[in-house]
């Protein structure tokens, strides 16, 4: 299925899709000087660089996101690291059809930027990463795949978020699949 990834970040879930030979035909970002976009460009996938201050509206932004997925025949999108929230224009074209990677066992640590960093502190012997369909409900949406990852003694934020990016490195690629499989059976995007 043809992917559209959205980042902001450094980039490693969307490294990983590539290196898996996922079929990543587009990139967006609303930072164009993240790690993830460097990626898109050193690979030659074509990169929408999105910044809110092009736009009147996040919503505006949104529509522009949209468009250029549609213009290059996105079925599926995947925020790998996405840092904003997707505005109606967007969700309506991809209902169904959005997958977010998220760094905690959802629902714990649901809704913020600091899932690792709130892990670490309350001092839960075990967290991980969710892979889940995106909705209005931020971080709410049907989850596709967990796996646990244990806070081990003396974890700092980096060691913690190490070992989770590794665990979104499995789930991830197996939740398109999963994905992938279920949508084989459903109409196409727009129809
Ligand atoms: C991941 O931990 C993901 O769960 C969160 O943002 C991070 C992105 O990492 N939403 P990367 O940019 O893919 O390395």
Not at 96 to 114: C, T, Y
Request: some cysteine; charged content about 25%; proline content about 5%.
């Amino acid at each position: 299925m043809r992917l559209g990834v959205v980042v902001s970040g450094k980039g490693s879930n969307l490294r990983n899709l590539v290196e898996r030979n996922f079929e990543v035909v587009a990139v967006a970002t609303n930072r164009p000087s993240c790690g993830g976009a460097a990626f898109a460009r050193e690979r030659d996938i074509p990169l929408g660089e999105l910044s809110v201050k092009g736009f009147a509206s996040e919503a505006k932004r949104d529509e522009a996101m949209r468009d250029f997925f549609m213009a290059h025949g996105v079925e599926l999108v995947i925020d790998a690291g996405y840092d904003r929230i997707h505005t109606r224009p967007f969700l309506e074209a991809f209902r169904g059809r959005i997958v977010n990677v998220h760094p905690s066992l959802l629902p714990e640590f649901s809704g913020s930027m600091n899932a690792v960093e709130q892990a670490l502190q309350s001092g839960v012997e075990v967290t991980g990463a969710t892979v889940h369909l995106v909705t209005e409900d931020l971080d709410a949406g049907p989850i596709l795949a967990q796996e646990r990852v244990p806070v081990l003694k003396g974890d700092t934020v980096e060691t913690l978020r190490g070992r989770i990016h590794q665990s979104e490195h499995r789930i991830l690629p197996a939740a398109i699949r999963l994905l992938e499989a279920r949508l084989a059976q459903s109409p196409a995007v727009g129809q």
